[in-house]
């Protein structure tokens, strides 16, 4: 599977959703997730991401490991998102800053 890591949070910019050809990204207010159960690992959203926050579960970093369990256990109860939206206004912001997993709204 796929999956969404740390550089998402407060980023958000949903490119990611529109290439999915399973759409199995879920959204939450400020961070999507991957359903792992879902993902035919196509790869295509990887590149999408502005802030390259999409890893394949075998490239994850061992500091990350953490979203595995996130992005299963919420997939699970966050709404489906299917189309590109705005992201926050702040994005850029918060591009690439160390230690987001604080700050993961659910
Ligand atoms: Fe969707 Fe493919 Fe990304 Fe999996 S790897 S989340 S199937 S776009
Ligand atoms: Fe997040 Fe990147 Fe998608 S910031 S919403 S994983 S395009």
């Not at 959703?17 to 690992?41: A, K, M, R, T």
């Not at 997939?75 to 998102?81: A, D, K």
């Not at 160390?98 to 993961?104: R, S, V």
């Amino acid at each position: 599977t796929f999956v969404v890591g740390e550089d998402c949070i407060k980023c958000k910019h949903t490119d990611c959703v529109e290439v999915c050809p399973v759409d199995c990204f879920y959204e939450g207010p400020n961070f999507l997730v991957i359903h792992p159960d879902e993902c035919i690992d196509c790869a295509l959203c990887e590149p999408e991401c502005p802030v390259n926050a999409i890893f394949s579960e075998d490239e994850l970093p061992d500091d990350q490991q953490v979203f595995l369990e996130l992005n299963a256990e919420l997939s699970e109860v966050w709404p489906n998102i299917t189309e590109m939206k705005d992201g926050p206004a702040d994005a850029e912001e918060w591009a690439g800053k160390p230690n987001k997993l604080q700050y993961l709204e659910r």
